[in-house]
């Protein structure tokens, strides 16, 4: 079951595949998404600089989750 969907920011259609929505539901997501991957990465890009600068400009220390170690599992 694909479906296809229109980006809401750059307005390319991209195929929502079974897989994808497979994932959404694991993942506890209800919604069909409205942005292809790469606007949604480039989206998260922008919001993960914007708060990391917001915490400089008031003097924290900016720690990413990006380079810590996996827990075992």
Avoid: W
């Amino acid at each position: 079951m694909s479906q296809d969907i229109t980006c809401a920011d750059c307005s390319t259609v991209f195929t929502f595949s079974a897989e994808d929505a497979k994932k959404f539901e694991e993942k506890g997501y209800e919604n069909l998404p409205v942005r292809c991957e790469a606007c949604r990465r480039a989206r998260n890009t922008r919001i993960r600089r914007r708060r990391e600068g917001h915490n400089l400009k008031r003097g924290k220390e900016v720690k990413s989750n990006y380079n810590k170690p996996l827990p075992p599992p």
